[in-house]
């Protein structure tokens, strides 16, 4: 079977079957080809419905878990977003589908150099991404309409909640490693309503506002 029917079958078997209905996100799944961001020993699972690994010591998120949080996000065509943990740059290129603009966080210099090169190479408009700690964010372009985190931290990165835009959306993974939540939160004016999603489970935060990281990682 052919990467294209993959994903088209990814989209149905494992994304409208299990509640994602956001007819944008499903169009942008099918778009984004999805062996690009994956190791080429891993490239024949690029579809499979589980995290795969990056290099780095890294996984690229299961393709549910990317839809389920960009629908969550509710990213319109107008939308700046800033994609926190960008990895390989799955999860940015999808939203690049979705929004106007995306900026890309990633701690691992060499995860961030590869992230370029994949998304350079399917053309994708206004899309960055820098090398940093993503507690801290990128707040050169914000405030953002929409923050999507793919790493659990114990507590939501107070730089990052400063650069949501008032009604803006934050989707990030909270807890411990074996008890972490999706969470969701909308910015209104100083504060914030939060509302969970269920159990998910993530690689850890990495810097200041997690774990620190190993010197040979960056």
């Known amino acids: 079977m052919s990467h294209s ?7 149905t078997r494992q994304l409208r079957a299990r509640g994602i209905q956001d007819a944008r996100v499903l169009a942008a799944m099918a778009a984004v080809p999805r062996e690009q961001f994956v190791t080429r020993e891993q490239n ?29 996000a509710e990213i319109r065509p107008t939308d ?17 589908k979705l929004s106007h603009s995306v900026r890309g966080v990633e701690i691992r210099r060499e995860l961030a150099e590869l992230a370029r090169r994949n998304l350079d190479e399917l053309g994708l408009e206004d899309v960055a991404v820098r090398v940093g700690d993503g507690g801290y964010g990128w707040a050169e372009h914000g405030p953002y ?38 969470v969701r939160l909308i910015r209104h004016g ?12 993530f690689v850890a935060f990495m810097g200041d506002y997690g774990e620190r990281l190993a010197p040979s990682g960056n």
């Not at 029917?5 to 989209?11: A, G, P, Q």
């Not at 100083?190 to 489970?201: E, I, N």
Request: proline fraction near 8%.
């Open 5 to 11: 029917r993959r994903r088209l079958d990814m989209v």
């Open 44 to 72: 024949l699972e690029a579809y499979a419905d589980q995290p795969l690994p990056i290099g780095a010591g890294q996984t690229i998120s299961q393709p549910y878990v990317v839809a389920r949080m960009a629908e969550l």
């Open 80 to 96: 700046r977003v800033l994609d926190i943990g960008t990895g390989s740059g799955y999860q940015a290129a999808v939203l690049a």
């Open 145 to 182: 309409d929409a923050i999507l985190v793919a790493a659990a931290a114990r507590e939501v990165p107070v730089p990052l909640a400063a650069q949501l835009a008032d009604g803006g959306r934050m989707v990030i993974p909270l807890g411990e490693p074996r008890g972490q939540e999706l």
């Open 190 to 201: 100083d504060g914030f309503t939060r509302a969970s999603f269920g159990p998910v489970r």
